[in-house]
């Protein structure tokens, strides 16, 4: 599953969109005292009020936001595991009984309540439904009653929220003209900020793909290992903030700790440009050679592909381990560097980063910044001053 595939799918959540058919909704709810479940309904999606549809619309689509590998991460299947959710899924997702498919997302939820223990009330929500995509691009000029061929993808999402108690609150009442104090014992169920969730199955070039699921985290960079491993039997993967680590550590064993600015944004310059140049469908890696080749043109003396071999070899114990390029770049346009100081906290972006510079001024540890018009502070203009 790559970027634009999610972004497809996220899209299509939108009520009247004849490309998606939401069949049931299935809503089950945990209390946190005895973690255990309270009360479970389900009913056809088609007939819960519109309200409450563009409520559960918008929780989707908020599950379905963020970038792969900090929120969202593609997960294959274990293949060893004892009680394997990948088969119950899947028996869920070709189901056509809807009781069954209700059974079936049960032992889901009980496979979610074992050794957890929830901090609030909490609800989770599963919905079945399929999406639609053409083949290929619809002609504008071909008769309406025309249709390309479409890809049909039968798919089960669900979405964990918390709750939270309603404040209290001093009412006025106009009938009796009075002032009342009034207690909501309802709970509020947090849909605008779902705490994880999954979309079954994966995507690849348009294809269903059964043997991956999508796990949505509600926190970047933050997925919580027990239900990946646990409730969905899958496997652990890297998130984009530990392989920046390792890749950090790669060039630390190589270069040392010390770079000026200009040679580590030389760096990000050269992976945006593999980035940018990459005409495959999946997203570019970088092997010890592609680190190599970046750090000599980069300008870091004494670079060779045994060394960078043996660096990759001391960090990751794996000399053929392949980094996903996105994963290591902060976001090349915008200011996504921060230099903290004691005074101050900087930040610039990747491609400015070459014009930022630390040096001794009076002995004294100073950064320089390179500007092409006066700074102004305060609707002064700051003096230029020649060092």
């Given at each position: 599953?790559?970027?634009?595939?999610?972004?497809?799918?996220?899209?299509?959540?939108?009520?009247?969109?004849?490309?998606?058919?939401?069949?049931?909704?299935?809503?089950?709810?945990?209390?946190?005292?005895?973690?255990?479940?309270?009360?479970?309904?389900?009913?056809?999606?088609?007939?819960?009020?519109?309200?409450?549809?563009?409520?559960?619309?918008?929780?989707?689509?908020?599950?379905?936001t963020?970038?792969l590998?900090?929120?969202?991460?593609?997960?294959?299947?274990?293949?060893?595991?004892?009680?394997?959710?990948?088969?119950?899924?899947?028996?869920?997702?070709?189901?056509?009984?809807?009781?069954?498919?209700?059974?079936?997302?049960?032992?889901?939820?009980?496979?979610?309540?074992?050794?957890?223990?929830?901090?609030?009330?909490?609800?989770?929500?599963?919905?079945?439904?399929?999406?639609?995509?053409?083949?290929?691009?619809?002609?504008e000029?071909?008769?309406?009653?025309?249709?390309n061929?479409m890809?049909?993808?039968?798919?089960?999402?669900?979405?964990v929220?918390?709750?939270?108690?309603?404040?209290?609150?001093?009412?006025f009442?106009?009938?009796?003209?009075?002032?009342?104090?009034?207690?909501?014992?309802?709970?509020?169920v947090?849909?605008?900020?779902?705490?994880?969730?999954?979309?079954?199955?994966?995507?690849?070039?348009?294809?269903?793909?059964?043997?991956?699921?999508?796990?949505?985290?509600?926190?970047a960079?933050?997925?919580?290992?027990?239900?990946i491993d646990?409730?969905?039997?899958?496997?652990?993967?890297?998130t984009a903030?530990?392989?920046?680590?390792?890749?950090?550590?790669?060039?630390?064993?190589?270069?040392?700790?010390?770079?000026?600015?200009?040679?580590?944004?030389?760096?990000y310059?050269?992976?945006?440009?593999?980035?940018?140049?990459?005409?495959?469908?999946?997203?570019?890696?970088?092997?010890?050679?592609?680190?190599?080749?970046?750090?000599?043109?980069?300008?870091?003396?004494?670079?060779?592909?045994?060394?960078?071999?043996?660096?990759?070899?001391?960090?990751?114990?794996?000399?053929?381990?392949?980094?996903?390029?996105?994963?290591?770049?902060?976001?090349?346009?915008?200011?996504?560097?921060?230099?903290?100081?004691?005074?101050?906290?900087?930040?610039v972006?990747?491609?400015?980063?070459?014009?930022?510079?630390?040096?001794?001024?009076?002995?004294?540890?100073c950064?320089?910044?390179?500007?092409?018009?006066?700074?102004?502070?305060?609707?002064?203009?700051?003096?230029?001053?020649?060092l």
């Amino acid at each position: 599953m790559i970027k634009k595939e999610i972004a497809h799918i996220r899209k299509h959540f939108r009520l009247d969109n004849e490309m998606l058919k939401i069949f049931d909704i299935f809503n089950v709810y945990i209390m946190k005292e005895s973690n255990e479940i309270y009360h479970y309904e389900r009913q056809p999606f088609a007939l819960v009020d519109r309200e409450k549809q563009e409520l559960y619309m918008a929780n989707f689509k908020k599950l379905l936001t963020g970038e792969l590998d900090h929120k969202m991460y593609e997960l294959k299947f274990q293949e060893e595991a004892e009680q394997p959710s990948q088969v119950l899924l899947h028996q869920a997702l070709v189901t056509g009984n809807a009781e069954e498919w209700q059974d079936l997302m049960l032992l889901m939820v009980e496979k979610m309540l074992v050794d957890t223990k929830y901090e609030q009330d909490t609800v989770v929500t599963f919905v079945r439904g399929q999406y639609s995509r053409p083949t290929k691009s619809r002609n504008e000029d071909a008769m309406e009653s025309e249709k390309n061929e479409m890809f049909a993808n039968l798919f089960i999402l669900c979405s964990v929220n918390s709750t939270e108690q309603q404040k209290k609150t001093l009412m006025f009442d106009f009938v009796e003209r009075e002032f009342k104090y009034n207690v909501f014992v309802d709970p509020i169920v947090k849909l605008n900020t779902p705490e994880q969730g999954f979309f079954y199955p994966s995507v690849t070039d348009n294809y269903s793909d059964v043997n991956r699921i999508l796990y949505c985290s509600g926190r970047a960079n933050e997925p919580n290992w027990h239900f990946i491993d646990q409730v969905l039997n899958a496997e652990k993967t890297v998130t984009a903030l530990e392989e920046r680590a390792i890749f950090e550590d790669i060039v630390k064993e190589v270069a040392g700790d010390q770079l000026d600015a200009a040679t580590i944004a030389q760096v990000y310059e050269e992976i945006h440009r593999v980035i940018e140049s990459n005409e495959e469908e999946e997203p570019p890696r970088l092997d010890f050679k592609d680190v190599e080749r970046m750090l000599s043109v980069s300008g870091v003396e004494n670079v060779t592909s045994e060394k960078v071999e043996r660096a990759f070899q001391n960090v990751i114990d794996d000399r053929n381990y392949e980094i996903k390029a996105s994963s290591v770049l902060p976001k090349f346009t915008s200011k996504s560097i921060k230099i903290d100081t004691k005074v101050a906290t900087i930040t610039v972006s990747p491609q400015d980063l070459k014009y930022v510079r630390q040096v001794n001024y009076q002995g004294k540890r100073c950064i320089l910044i390179e500007v092409d018009e006066d700074v102004m502070i305060e609707g002064f203009t700051l003096n230029t001053e020649t060092l």
